[in-house]
């Protein structure tokens, strides 16, 4: 019997087994052939993170702190949240988005403010 190398590329192109991913070439556009990326000529990106109904997921509050919330469709604050980029699947990278959202928080609230 052959042995599975699945997991091992895997692991060296940065994805699990059934993540879904996209390959695109030197120029950024898709390509379908799983050949040009086995032989290194193309690159993978990892399609970003996406909650799923009832998923967890931490948001950044205007005041700097984590806050963790259950992912809910038709609710209009996850969905405002998660379309501002403001969902993260662990508290670790919202932590580290803590900058990036209190900037963008003081852009808004320049914006009111006017």
């Not at 087994?17 to 799983?34: M, N, Q, S, T």
């Not at 009832?54 to 379309?83: A, C, P, R, W």
């Not at 988005?97 to 209190?102: L, S």
């Amino acid at each position: 019997m052959s042995k599975n190398y699945m997991p091992e590329v895997a692991r060296m192109l940065g994805v699990e087994i059934g993540e879904p991913f996209d390959v695109f070439d030197d120029e950024g556009a898709p390509i379908w052939l799983l050949h040009y990326l086995l032989c290194g000529k193309n690159t993978l990106q990892k399609r970003p993170w996406r909650p799923k109904e009832g998923d967890s997921f931490f948001y950044v509050l205007t005041n700097g702190e984590i806050q963790k919330y259950v992912f809910e469709i038709d609710n209009i604050h996850t969905l405002m949240l998660f379309s501002f980029g403001n969902c993260f699947p662990t508290e670790e990278a919202a932590e580290a988005a803590v900058p990036e959202m209190m900037a963008k928080f003081e852009e808004i609230k320049k914006g009111v403010r006017e």
